[in-house]
């Protein structure tokens, strides 16, 4: 057992004793309940973003969510990003019991153990976020996470949750029309996406969200990615860029985290665990709709209100991504065994669940032209506009 993993015990035995001798011990944030103890138990979690942020909303919402369905019993707090450790430094303060739970994306782990960005981090090999998340769950990649974090000795209980959106190509300061464009492109991005960008000539700087557009505003970044429109609004970017490029492989199907301190989530009742479980499941199902609500209307504020334009990025430099994560994983996967282990789990999901996906949907776009007269947002060669609804 590594250090990482024994840390936490220890602290675990110290808590334990105190906990007995003190009916306050809730306070510490231990959630093993002592003999005779009433009251909740406490958690305190911290989130990677800003208290701005709508991911931090979504933190929010699923805290309050655990703690209407523990009718009480189980009580958590959470903290924006940078109120106990720095957003990147989540998961060791959370596996060392320094937190005992947060709230994040797997792609910030890709420091500590690259297979665990697969988790949202590239193409997804045609699924989107949501069928990711199946995969996850029914297809083996819940057992394979466990089995990844256990070799870094990382001493946590994650929860992927909260399909997201394919992500935009990026915010920039003209529109990018060809690869070239990249070349020594100063840009942020996370998780396998630097190896991305690094491939397509970007000079990369991996930076959690809060630090991203003040970076750009003195200049320390020309380009960068980050989520969606909510967020991306939130955070003030289109204070330093009025030109945002939709769609890209880079991140196309990724999710949130909620992660847990595992020994302390081990001590609790199986009652509180399970409705944890389906407290997340529940989280994930509200983000998602509240997502529709919100990323639609910041989109299309940041184009009537703050003069964005978004273009759809080029067909040339979205196979080019594909390519060039075809070039990544087969040099990742004959470096580490568990990133091979976790793409072919992958691979074997997408091949029949994207096939039936996409044999089974209607052309969506097809009754959006016909019911509104629009152009297609974001059309190819040119920005989205708006136009009034279809009369009649």
């Not at 590239?122 to 949501?130: F, K, R, V």
């Not at 060809?178 to 000079?203: E, N, Q, W």
Request: glycine share 8%; charged share 20%; aromatic share 10%.
């Amino acid at each position: 057992m590594s250090k990482e993993q024994t840390k936490p015990l220890s602290r675990r035995k110290f808590l334990t004793g105190a906990a007995v001798a003190t009916a306050g011990a809730a306070t510490l944030g231990f959630p093993m309940i002592a003999k005779g103890q009433t009251g909740p138990i406490s958690m305190r979690f911290q989130s990677t973003w800003p208290s701005k942020d709508i991911f931090h909303e979504f933190a929010l919402d699923l805290a309050k969510k655990i703690n209407d369905m523990t009718g009480g019993e189980l009580r958590i707090d959470v903290l924006p990003a940078g109120a106990v450790v720095p957003a990147f430094g989540l998961l060791d303060a959370v596996s060392k019991g320094t937190l005992d739970g947060g709230h994040g994306v797997l792609a910030y782990h890709y420091g500590k153990q690259n297979a665990i960005a697969l988790w949202g981090s590239g193409p997804g090999y045609g699924m989107d976020a949501n069928m990711l998340l199946a995969w996850h769950k029914y297809g083996g990649g819940k057992e394979l996470l466990a089995k990844v974090f256990a070799s870094i000795g990382a001493n946590v209980v994650s929860f992927p949750y909260g399909p997201n959106p394919t992500q935009p190509l990026g915010w920039y300061k003209k529109p990018i029309t060809k690869l070239a464009d990249f070349k020594g492109l100063k840009f942020r991005t996370v998780g396998i996406s630097i190896d991305m960008f690094t491939a397509m000539g970007a000079a990369v700087n991996a930076l959690p969200g809060g630090e991203i557009v003040p970076a750009m505003d003195r200049g320390l970044l020309d380009a960068a990615e980050f989520n969606n429109a909510s967020s991306d609004r939130l955070l003030g970017f289109p204070d330093v860029s009025k030109v945002c490029m939709l769609q890209s492989f880079h991140q196309n199907a990724e999710q949130l985290e909620a992660s847990f301190n595992k020994t302390k989530f081990d001590a609790l009742p199986a009652k509180l665990k399970a409705q944890i479980e389906y407290a997340v499941e529940a989280a994930s199902a509200d983000m998602s709709w509240k997502a529709v609500d919100r990323y639609s209307q910041d989109y299309i504020d940041m184009q009537t209100k703050q003069n964005v334009k978004f273009y759809k990025t080029p067909d040339a430099i979205l196979q080019r991504q594909l390519e060039l994560y075809d070039q990544i994983v087969a040099k990742k996967s004959a470096e580490n065994p568990f990133f091979k282990e976790v793409i072919a789990s992958q691979m074997k999901f997408a091949e029949r669940a994207v096939r039936w996906d996409l044999d089974t949907y209607v052309n969506r776009r097809m009754a959006y032209n016909h019911y509104f007269g629009r152009r297609p947002a974001a059309a190819k060669g040119a920005p989205a506009k708006s136009a009034p609804a279809k009369k009649g």
